[in-house]
Every structure is written in structure tokens, then in C-alpha cells.
């Protein structure tokens, strides 16, 4: 295994922190960015034995300031980002706690929340993206990994703007893929596969936490990610719950794998004659 320098946006808490340990433990060097500033103390005492391989940046991701901070902040302890893993995000709840017995209807979302959900979900993404593939292309090497949400999920009644930043991050990843391509620069989409047991889940929601799927769903196809046997790996979405450890490598990624976004629409369109 070589050893990477990831940067995990949102990464203090749920599937963040899952990803975060997870790379940590695998001996890459992490840098965890979040605007909470009690989580990040906290991963930072927890994870104060991993010295310099462990940074810990408090950054407003939601603001272009921000995203650049965030960065510098990284380039300065590590130098570049082989890894960036645009996990940040805010959900529903935040606009109303009891959306899930009462569903948010999309002319009740005003400008301003429609606009702050953008820029966290998905503008942070393009604007870190934008930032570090120029020097990914220039070493030849590295991973833009978006995550999403299930497609259902996307389109549910209630969903806005959540279900449509989302499908953003998934098409604007899917693009990334192909102009990366023949770089040695790969981005794919994972994402849990179902309700996971996360703050962006609170506790209106009528089932048991245990019976949720847990954010370590995650780490297995990240880390296969991030190792060469996925060097030719771009513009797929992995399912971290179909994504069987027990199995091969290969069996596992075939299994939870398929085409990022919507690939198989994209073949109705009529192609014009030259």
C-alpha cells in the first residue's frame, strides 16, 4: 500500500468519521475537515497518537473563503491531496426536525435554504474538485470520491433541495470522470445503500438506530478506492451495504458496483448526423 494524503469533508461525525478511521487505519494520512468544532476536538484527542498524519481543520464549507481555507490549511501540513472525499453535507432536518411524518413540500423551502444546501452539498464539492485535480493530473495519480445518496432517496416526496443537490454531486462526478479520463485521475460515487445511522437522521424517524445501517458501511469500497487495483475504476457508484468483505475483490466490487448516475439515459438521446 502506498500511503495517500486524503482530505474527508464532514468528516467528524457519522459517515465522515467512519471514512476517516478507516484511512487512518489502512496508514494514510488524513486531514478531516468540519464546521463543528466539539466533533473535531474530540477526533482530535481520540486520534492524537497518529501525530503529523492526522489534521484536524474547522472550516465553513457552505462560503468559496471557507473551502480555500480549508485547503491551504492541508496543502500546509501535507503539501497536496491524492484523495478528496466530498462527504459534507446538510439534510432535511435542518429545515424542519419532524420532516419525516411531515414532509417538507418544495414551495415551503425559501431562497436562502435552497441556496445554503447548494453550497454545502454541492458547490464545496466542485470548488475543492477545481482546487486539487490540476496537481492529481500533474503526478499522474489520484481519487475525487463523491457520496450521494440512493436514487429513490433523490427523487421522495420531501426531499427538497436535499434530493436534488445530491443528484447534482452525482452527475457533476460523472463528468468529472470523463474529463479526467486517461489521467491516472479517477472519481466515483459511494454511497450507504439505505436510512443509516447518522445525525442527518434524527430521532422523529420511527425505527429502531440499531436496525439502520451503520456509517462503516463505507470504509471497504473507499479503501478499495484508494488502492491501485482501482487505478482504471472511474464513473461508478458503489452501495457500501451490497459490498461483501467475505468475498473476492473482485466478486465484492462487481456486486456492489455499477454506472454512476443515469449512463443507460444517456443512450435515448438522438445523435445528430455530421
Known sequence: ????????????????????????????????????????DELAKKEAARGDDFLTVRADLSQEAGCADALTAVQARFGHVDVLVNNAGIGQPSIRPD??????????????????????????????????????????????????????????????????????????????????????????????????????????????????????VMVAPLLWLVSDAANTVTSRRYIGARWDTALPLATAEAQAGAPAAWAALGQQMISMKK
Open 99 to 216: 420532516h419525516w411524518t411531515n414532509p417538507i413540500k418544495f414551495w415551503e423551502v425559501t431562497p436562502t435554504q435552497w441556496n445554503c444546501f447548494f453550497a454545502v452539498n454541492a458547490t464545496a464539492g466542485f470548488l475543492l474538485a477545481r482546487a486539487v485535480a490540476p496537481g492529481m493530473v500533474e503526478r499522474g495519480w489520484g481519487r475525487i470520491v463523491g457520496i450521494t445518496t440512493s436514487l429513490d432517496s433523490m427523487l421522495r416526496a420531501g426531499q427538497t433541495p436535499y434530493g436534488a443537490t445530491k443528484a447534482a454531486t452525482e452527475a457533476f462526478t460523472t463528468v468529472m470522470a470523463a474529463d479526467l479520463a486517461g489521467t491516472g485521475v479517477t472519481a466515483n460515487i459511494i454511497v450507504p445503500g439505505g436510512l443509516t445511522n447518522t445525525a442527518l437522521v434524527n430521532d422523529t424517524v420511527p425505527y429502531d438506530r440499531a436496525t439502520m445501517l451503520q456509517p462503516e
Open 1 to 40: 500500500m502506498t500511503k495517500r494524503v486524503c482530505m474527508v469533508t464532514g468528516g467528524s461525525r457519522g459517515l465522515g468519521r467512519a471514512m476517516v478511521k478507516g484511512l487512518l487505519e489502512s496508514g494514510h494520512r488524513v486531514a478531516c475537515v468540519d464546521h463543528d468544532a466539539v466533533s473535531l
